[in-house]
Each structure stands twice: as C-alpha cells, then as structure tokens.
T-cell receptor, first 114, second 117 residues
Framework: EPEVTQTPSHQVTQMGQEVILRCVPI?????FYWYRQILGQKVEFLVS????????KSEIFDDQFSVERPDGSNFTLKIRSTKLEDSAMYFC????????????FGEGSRLTVL | AQKVTQAQTEISVVEKEDVTLDCVYE???????LFWYKQPPSGELVFLIR??????QNEISGRYSWNFQKSTSSFNFTITASQVVDSAVYFC??????????????FGGGTRLMVKP
C-alpha cells in the first residue's frame, strides 16, 4: 500500500541551526501539507502546497519556514534558524485531487532543539 | 473560523467497557468533512473515518461507531468492548471544503484513552 515517508524520524539540533525535514508523498498525489504537533498538544496546520506554490499557510509558518518540492518527488520543510519552541513532531501529508480526498499522513519527524 | 473541541482530555476504562469520545465543532461552511484519527504511542496518525456534512447516517465498523448530529454540531466516536490496543490519543478534525487547494484540517485537542486490562 502506498504511503507517505518522512526522514529523518528524529533529529536533534542546536538552537540557531538550519534543519531540513524531508517527505516523499504518495506518487499520484497533488496536494502536500506540513503539520506540527508540540509534545502533548494538538496537531496544527502549517502549510499546504499545490502546483509548486504555497496555497495556504498558518500564522505559525513565518519567515523562518519554507517549503520546496525540488525534484518532483520530495517535499521539504526548512527551518532556517531553529528556536527551542520549534521542538515538535512534524507531519507531512498528501492527498490526490478534488475536494474530497483523504489526507494520508507520514509517520512524522521528531525535531528536538537544544 | 473553524474550531474543534474535544472536552475530554483523558479517559480511563477497563477492558471490555464501551467508551464514547466526544467531538463538537464550529464552522460557517455548509459543506465540510469531519475526521477521526488515532495516534498510538508510536506517534503516527492513523486515519479512522471521514464523514461529509451531507451524510448524517451513523456508521459502524467493527467495534467502532460514529454518531454525527448536525443539529448539535457533534461527531462522537464510540468504541465497543474496548481493548488494551485501543489505548491511544484520538483526534477529531474538521476540513472546510471550498478552498481551491487547501482543505486543511483543524484538529481538536485530542482525547487520551487508556484501556486497562
């Protein structure tokens, strides 16, 4: 069964460092998302991406964040200069087309900022 | 703006008990989707169900059932004869339809279910 894969599963970084989280969405999906879950809290929307551009973003997704689909298969989330409060589980998701498609989530990448 | 509220932050039951997880939502849209996801201790999000706003039929899948009541803006989830493996955090989520490519999910705060043997 096709699935969304994310790497790394866990990354530890120092405050101020750049981090790139990678996702490989399901191959025929057109819409891509990043969500974040701070430990013990709810899952929050960060950004959606379609047709090679951001379609929506939340207030969390500030200038420190960027997304890219560099090669037609990977979908990356970059945090330019990490802060302690960026420590969270980051989930990538993708869906097919239309308005009814179910989101398929990856297993998440846990980011720990020290 | 849309909002999902799961008033129960934590529920503890003994195996074989039935348990209902509550979900109440707010949205201005007339067309929307409601979801339930399970997050086991390993951390991934497991899709359980999607329900669209036009379909108020209740649904049963094995030991799981869902009660959608548009009049009270609720989408409750019942696990019958709970098992230890049901222990997880359960999230209710809402997606408004109508954005060109959005359909972003708004999640509730989650309910941690602990099923004791």
């Amino acid at each position: 069964e096709p699935e969304v894969t994310q790497t790394p599963s866990h990354q530890v970084t120092q405050m101020g460092q750049e981090v790139i989280l990678r996702c490989v969405p399901i191959s025929n999906h057109l819409y891509f998302y990043w969500y974040r879950q701070i430990l013990g809290q709810k899952v929050e929307f960060l950004v959606s991406f379609y047709n090679n551009e951001i379609s929506e973003k939340s207030e969390i997704f500030d200038d420190q964040f960027s997304v890219e689909r560099p090669d037609g298969s990977n979908f990356t989330l970059k945090i330019r200069s990490t802060k302690l409060e960026d420590s969270a589980m980051y989930f990538c998701a993708s869906r097919q087309g239309g308005s009814t498609g179910e989101l398929f989530f990856g297993e998440g990448s846990r980011l720990t900022v020290l | 703006a849309q909002k999902v509220t799961q008033a129960q932050t934590e529920i503890s039951v003994v195996e074989k008990e039935d348990v209902t997880l509550d979900c109440v939502y707010e949205t201005r849209d007339t067309t929307y989707y409601l979801f339930w996801y399970k997050q086991p201790p390993s951390g991934e999000l497991v899709f359980l169900i999607r329900r669209n706003s036009f379909d108020e039929q209740n649904e049963i899948s094995g030991r799981y059932s869902w009660n959608f009541q548009k009049s009270t803006s609720s989408f409750n989830f019942t696990i019958t004869a709970s098992q230890v493996v049901d222990s997880a955090v359960y999230f209710c989520a809402l997606s408004e339809v109508g954005h060109n490519a959005g359909n972003m999910l708004t999640f509730g705060g989650g309910t941690r279910l602990m099923v004791k043997p």
